[in-house]
């Protein structure tokens, strides 16, 4: 098992940027995949990036392409969340997940994930 913990949100205005970090439990980091969901207030969760085993894959969400970068330090076990230009709509509760499994496609839902944190707060004012 592994134990997720985000840090790193707050409030910003738009146009900034944020950096959130997911620090891992356990010895075995490296065996996860590692993915970004969000989830705005009324709204579904929703995919924001993942990050293959050992950071040479990475795949986003059209919605924060070009804006956001996911990258981990294996020795570290932490995955982080670079947010850049960031826009009202980015506003959401934002969580890292962890899976084990080796999926065939990108693994871009909910239902991919074995482990989550609990979410930290992003906030960003017009």
């Known amino acids: 098992q592994v134990q997720l913990v985000e840090s790193g949100g707050g409030l910003v205005q738009a146009g900034g940027s944020l950096r959130l970090s997911c620090a891992a439990s356990g010895r075995t980091f490296s065996t996860y995949t590692m993915g970004w969901f969000r989830q705005a207030p009324g709204k579904e969760r929703e995919f924001v990036a993942v990050i293959s085993r050992s950071g040479g894959s990475r795949y986003f969400a059209d919605s924060v392409k070009g804006r956001f970068t996911i990258s981990r330090d294996n020795a570290k076990n932490t995955v982080y969340l670079q947010m850049d230009s960031l826009k009202p709509e980015d506003t959401a509760v934002y969580y890292c997940?962890?899976?084990?499994?080796?999926?065939?496609?990108?693994?871009?839902?909910?239902?991919?994930?074995?482990?989550w944190g609990q979410g930290t707060q992003v906030t960003v004012s017009s």
């Open positions: 997940a962890a899976t084990s499994v080796l999926y065939n496609v990108v693994p871009d839902t909910s239902r991919s994930y074995d482990y």
